[in-house]
């Protein structure tokens, strides 16, 4: 089963009035018309060697698929939403009567209930009873796993009293749409509701059509089992926008999961953004894995297991055994024929399955990865030893007796996956689905002082003054009355006219000990080893320097490195934040000349301007260069 794509028999549109089709458009009850039951069904279910030239075009021809939905449906499922925001309940129970053929003089007359669960739980056999509640204990104890592994929230102090985390919060309310009537899947509402319940959900409001009144005793007992209080008879697009937008009867829900047709389908998308929801899914895809050490008949009655669901799903075997792609090839013949939904399996094989030899289980894992299935079957006696390459899959199903049916009933994870090679970037459903992630940031006045520097240069840059004045604030560094374009922080050539404001600059007296004078290292920079001699302002006031060489130029010692010979604050303006600012600029330029670091070194003491420059992401390399310390910065250059 593939509760994620489109469950047989829940194909509704407004074109048939209530009757459950199948996606060629055919009423479900003509699936087995074109043979008598045991009747031979011969299916060309087309085979592929990945040594053969063609092989890529027709591997590319077996995936294609085309998502796009009919305009038909389009056009309709816009109108049906169109209404339901607009009439709201009205709207509800005539689409209800036109599409479902139930007729209701109000809403609570679709309304159900917990006692209603109850009575239908009463109702089933013991067995019944017995299978729902064991699914449902597995399934809960899977995801309250999942609630501890990562759907908890956490946070950390730094150094510096700055806390950071994360909080995790359920969503209020929830909506679960459930295929109904003789389609029922109660499994797929315990992948539902189980997930939400443990995420803490406040409300699980759930939809399930009813067409003519025919109620799923099995459905609404498993509602009973998942602890769902709230439900409505009603299904198809209106029940989408009812839940997405609310009616006076229908409360609106903060997300929609669950199957449908592709009517549900195509109203899932036009109500996200009001609402969140699971995932637009496809047909439902098996691929199995197989060295050929099991049975040919499991691995050919696991292909059927999802070919059963509409002529649009897809079974494929990859193996590098010949032998055994033949032995699967005659089990699906001698078996086809007893299989009650045998001519929507055999159209399903010969339109979209596929039997491929493979050069070797290696390959076929990359392929398999290539696919990206929903499921995906690892049919070896080494299972654990594949299991590592295999990358992209919705459900991984190791070894021989793992079929995929028992993950959609009863082992315990979601059975709700992304279809159409989307599991490249998505994943199952799961309690992280119910819950949302709030980011928690407590900044203190310390690292205020750190994180103010690096916000408002990246602010300045991208021309948002206000952000870059919001953290200067902080920092006491920004008059109030001054405007960001005066204060901005800036890197100019030395010139002749700024040169003689620069050498008047003074560090405070403690740090004089640890630097040349400005003269001096602004001659050397200029003369003696030509360098990058740079002026820093703030506005058009100056309020130091910054020396820099591009190693590689170094005759004796070329280095892929641009070093700092020196960064001069004026005292008047230590300590807010520009000595910061222009070991930023310098990273930036490092990066821009494409250079792997940016070096510097400092005679060491008390005082020394080493932890400054750790805090920026400087480490110190062990060198020592005559009496100072090395320290480098490297970059990363992906």
């Known amino acids: 089963m593939s509760p994620s794509g489109r469950p047989k028999g829940e194909y509704r549109s407004a074109q048939h009035e209530g009757t459950p089709v199948n996606p060629s458009g055919r009423p479900e009850g003509e699936y087995r018309s074109a043979q008598h039951e045991g009747a031979a069904v011969s299916v060309e279910l087309r085979q592929l060697d990945t040594r053969d030239a063609a092989f890529e075009a027709e591997f590319a021809r077996l995936l294609h698929w085309s998502g796009e939905t009919d305009a038909a449906i389009e056009r309709s499922v816009v109108e049906i939403i169109a209404a339901v925001r607009e009439r709201g309940d009205a709207a509800v129970l005539e689409c209800t009567r036109r599409f479902d053929g139930l007729v209701a003089d109000s809403m609570p007359a679709l309304a159900l209930g917990a006692p209603d669960f109850a009575a239908a739980f009463d109702a089933i056999t013991p067995a019944q009873r017995s299978a729902l509640q064991a699914a449902a204990a597995r399934i809960r104890s899977y995801h309250e796993r999942q609630l501890e592994a990562c759907g908890r929230s956490w946070s950390y102090r730094e150094a510096d009293g700055t806390l950071l985390g994360q909080k995790v919060t359920p969503l209020d309310r929830v909506g679960i749409y459930v295929p109904g009537g003789k389609a ?156 009650p939904r045998r001519d929507v399996i055999a159209a399903s094989l010969a339109g979209r399955g596929a039997l491929i030899l493979t050069r070797s289980m290696d390959e076929a894992c990359a392929i398999a990865n290539r696919i990206a299935p929903e499921h995906l079957e690892v049919a070896s006696r080494e299972a654990q030893l594949w299991e590592p390459l295999l990358r992209h899959a919705g459900a991984i199903f190791l070894g021989a007796f793992t079929s995929e049916s028992l993950g959609d009933y009863c082992a315990g994870p979601n059975h709700v996956l992304p279809t159409a090679g989307t599991a490249r970037f998505s994943s199952p459903l799961s309690v992280m689905d119910f819950q949302k992630r709030s980011s928690i940031i407590e900044v203190s006045e310390a690292g205020a002082r750190t994180l103010g520097v690096i916000a408002a240069e990246l602010a300045y840059g991208e021309g948002l003054q206000a952000h870059a004045r919001a953290a200067q604030m902080r920092l006491g560094a920004a008059k109030a009355a001054t405007p960001a374009s005066a204060t901005a922080f800036a890197v100019r050539p030395v010139t002749d006219a700024n040169v003689d404001a620069l050498v008047k600059l003074a560090v405070k007296p403690e740090q004089q000990g640890f630097v040349a004078t400005n003269a001096v290292s602004l001659a050397q920079a200029a003369y003696r080893a030509p360098g990058r001699p740079l002026a820093l302002y703030e506005g058009d006031e100056p309020v130091g320097f910054l020396l820099l060489w591009d190693s590689r130029r170094s005759a004796d010692e070329p280095a892929d490195e641009l070093y700092v010979w020196r960064l001069m604050i004026d005292a008047r303006h230590q300590g807010r934040g520009l000595g910061a600012q222009a070991i930023a600029w310098v990273v930036d330029e490092a990066r821009r000349l494409g250079v792997a670091s940016v070096g510097l070194s400092h005679v060491p003491g008390d005082g020394d301007a080493g932890p400054f420059y750790v805090k920026l992401g400087f480490r110190y390399t062990g060198e020592v260069d005559g009496v100072e310390r090395v320290m480098i910065l490297e970059l990363d250059r992906g």
């Not at 099995?218 to 198809?236: E, Q």
């Not at 999961?257 to 899914?281: E, L, R, W």
């Open 184 to 339: 029922a899947y109660p499994s797929s509402l315990l992948m539902n509701a189980i997930p939400a319940a443990v995420a803490g959900v406040g409300e699980v409001v759930m939809v399930v059509p009813t067409p003519r009144g025919e109620r799923n005793p099995l459905v609404l007992a498993a509602a009973h089992v998942a602890g769902i209080t709230r439900a409505f008879t009603i299904g198809g697009a209106q029940a989408v926008a009812a839940l997405a937008y609310g009616t006076a009867s229908v409360p609106r829900v903060d997300k929609i999961t669950g199957p449908g047709n592709a009517y549900v389908a195509s109203a899932k998308k036009h109500v996200f953004g009001a609402v969140g929801i699971d995932m637009i899914a496809g047909p439902s895809e098996i691929l199995v894995l197989a060295d050929g050490s099991t049975p040919a008949d499991w691995v050919a009655m696991d292909l059927f297991s999802q070919a059963e669901h509409d002529e649009l799903a897809q079974s494929i075997l990859l193996c590098p055994d010949a032998a055994y792609i033949a032995q699967v090839q005659a089990a699906i013949e001698r078996l086809l024929p007893g299989m």
